[in-house]
């Protein structure tokens, strides 16, 4: 089963606008990944944030993790049309494995 | 090669044929996993090998879902009678670190989409 939710589910923007999506998981975790996957293609890796680190940058991206609400948020900012995709968090904890959210599908129009 | 290599990209099978999937991960990745991806959906975990061994299998459906790493590089996940329930994108990641004690990040290939008519 899915371990954390995205939210929202979909989310359209204009180009140069900041998006903001929100992910909560279930279980303690020891590390939390953001992952964006393109139609039909693989998912490629974003960022890492550790589970005593509150706040990442990582150029246009800013990840924040809120391990008292089990929640974590990813800012992408000055948003660009390449940037339409599906974002992913996974949590990463004592298990052998990261466990996906069921990903939030951003829309950047022209 | 450079990235995680997986074919057959498409595969479409009748309902009962048995299909093997194949997955060629990064040089010197000693963890590799097999995820199975529903349409609108988030990846889902199936089983993760470090180097040969097959350390967790939790995810596998069913025993007609079988996975393999003989020699602790190049893995197949085969599966038997397959059903429509089936039908999925089968997702192979690896990663240099080792799993659960070290964290990392996963490599993705492109997935194998299966088709069971």
């Known amino acids: 089963s899915q371990q954390g939710e995205e939210d929202p589910q979909a989310l359209s923007i204009q180009e140069g606008e900041n998006a903001t999506m929100n992910c909560s998981y279930k279980?303690?975790?020891?590390?939390l990944q953001w992952y964006r996957q393109n139609s039909g293609r693989g998912l490629v890796h974003l960022i890492l944030?550790?589970?005593?680190?509150r706040e990442k940058h990582s150029g246009r991206l800013r990840v924040t993790l809120d391990t008292s609400k089990k929640s974590s948020s990813l800012l992408i900012t000055a948003s660009r049309a390449a940037d339409t995709a599906s974002y992913f968090c996974?949590?990463?904890?004592?298990?052998?494995?990261?466990?996906f959210g069921t990903g939030t599908r951003l829309q950047v129009t022209l | 090669g450079a990235g995680v290599s997986q074919s057959p990209r498409y595969k479409v099978a009748k309902r009962g044929q048995d299909v093997a999937l194949r997955c060629d991960p990064i040089?010197?990745?000693?963890?590799l996993f097999w995820y199975q991806q529903a349409l609108g959906q988030g990846p889902e975990f199936l089983t993760y090998?470090?180097?040969?061994?097959?350390?967790?299998k939790s995810g596998l459906p069913s025993d007609r879902f079988f996975a393999e790493r003989p020699e602790g590089s190049v893995s197949t996940l085969k599966i038997q009678r397959t059903q429509q329930e089936d039908s999925a994108v089968y997702l192979c990641?690896?990663?240099?670190?080792?799993?659960?004690?070290?964290?990392?990040?996963?490599?993705f290939g492109e997935g194998s989409r299966l088709t069971v008519l």
């Open positions: 090998f470090q180097n040969e061994a097959q350390l967790d």
């Open positions: 996974a949590a990463g904890g004592t298990a052998s494995k990261l466990t």
């Open positions: 944030i550790r589970s005593n680190e």
């Open positions: 279980t303690s975790i020891n590390n």
């Open positions: 990641a690896s990663s240099l670190a080792r799993f659960p004690f070290n964290t990392g990040e996963l490599f």
């Open positions: 040089s010197g990745h000693v963890s």
